[in-house]
């Protein structure tokens, strides 16, 4: 199977920079897809950044797009969530996930492999 550990959460003024990693390890050449979800407290979990881990052109959430962007590095096993303009509403824990699947997967329910999370606070 594939574990994903995600790293570089921590507290963060608004208006400023974090960047997430996801270390990948086990069986990864069953990713497909890979991205990053993150869930508020009392709020469903959502979809923000998608890539297929073989390259193509990423997919975001509108709430992000523009100031978060989603890359991976193969070589390493690693995908990246730089998240650039923090806005007090991007605070949620983040989680890293995989598909299996051929198609892009659109919500969840589409991932099968899931990191733990890691916590952003945006301070205003």
Request: without cysteine.
């Given at each position: 199977q594939v574990q994903l550990v995600e790293s570089g959460g921590g507290l963060v003024q608004a208006g400023g920079s974090l960047r997430l990693s996801c270390a990948a390890s086990g069986r990864t050449s069953l990713m497909r897809y890979v991205g990053w979800f993150r869930q508020a407290p009392g709020k469903e979990r959502e979809s923000i950044a998608t890539i297929s881990?073989?390259?193509?052109?990423?997919?975001y959430a509108d709430s992000v797009k523009g100031r978060f962007f989603i890359s991976r590095d193969n070589a390493k096993n690693t995908v990246y969530l730089q998240m650039n303009s923090l806005k007090p509403e991007d605070t949620a824990v983040y989680y890293c996930a995989a598909s299996r699947s051929l198609g892009v997967p659109r919500d969840s329910s589409g991932m099968d492999y899931w990191g733990k999370g890691t916590p952003v606070t945006v301070s205003s």
């Open positions: 881990w073989s390259g193509g052109r990423p997919y």
